[in-house]
């Protein structure tokens, strides 16, 4: 059936490392990946999108890249800062409209 | 902080009760989703309202209801509560069909409790 997943539950990382965050899908017919930033108590953040005719995408300190091969989706933050600290969301827009399906999420952990 | 806001923050019900959440959409947006978030979990598409009519549904039961108003805003009523309905409930915003952008912004969510 349709899902997206992700690989790793939690990731931790030194402050000032670049972090990546993978994601795998099995929806081929999606228009668009976005990626979702959601710290405790707050709702989601959008962060990044990508189209699927796209490989590669980048916004500020991240880059999102698609892999329609082996249908694989990451997003890579430069220089992780503490205020990184959240759990992040991939999401798939099939047909458009923003009725998305997310994955469970990657905790990601910022160490001093 | 986006523009789309919720209420209550958080409700506690008892099973068998019926709940009605409340969300005001971003200025400038047309579109209103709501997602059922479990602890956990990813956020789970519930339905979406657009011109005030239900504009597509995902697998959930039709105790799940929604109104769209005028101004763009949204309830989300859930009848004969049950227990698995305890979650955060998300609201999203978006513009369609006004040439603006496809970003989606989300409210910071109800916390929904059924004992």
């Known amino acids: 059936g349709e899902s997206v997943g992700l690989h790793l539950p939690t990731l931790s990382v030194q402050e000032g490392d670049n972090s990546i965050i993978n994601c795998a899908y099995s929806?081929?017919?999606?228009?668009?990946f976005i990626w979702y930033k959601q710290e405790s108590g707050k709702g989601p953040q959008f962060i990044i999108d990508i189209r699927s005719n796209m490989d590669k995408r980048q916004g500020q300190r991240v880059t999102v890249l698609l892999n329609k091969t082996v249908k694989h989706l990451s997003l890579q933050i430069a220089a992780t800062q503490p205020g990184d600290s959240a759990v992040y969301f991939c999401a798939e827009n099939k047909g458009g409209g923003n009725k998305l399906t997310f994955g469970t999420g990657t905790q990601l952990k910022v160490e001093l | 902080e986006t523009g789309v806001t919720q209420s209550p923050t958080h409700l506690i019900k008892t099973r068998g009760q019926q709940v009605t959440l409340r969300c005001s959409s971003q200025?400038?947006?047309?579109?209103v989703s709501w997602y059922q978030q479990a602890l956990g979990q990813g956020p789970q598409f519930i339905f979406q309202y657009y011109r005030e009519e239900e504009n597509g549904r995902g697998n959930f039961p039709p105790r799940f209801s929604g109104l769209q108003f005028p101004n763009y805003s949204s309830e989300l009523n859930v009848n004969a509560l049950e227990l698995d309905d305890s979650a955060l409930y998300l609201c999203?915003?978006?513009?369609?069909?006004?040439?603006?952008?496809?970003?989606?912004?989300f409210g910071p969510g109800t916390r929904l409790t059924v004992t």
């Open positions: 200025s400038g947006h047309n579109t």
């Open positions: 999203a915003s978006h513009s369609r069909g006004t040439g603006g952008g496809h970003e989606q912004y």
């Open positions: 929806n081929s017919a999606s228009d668009y």
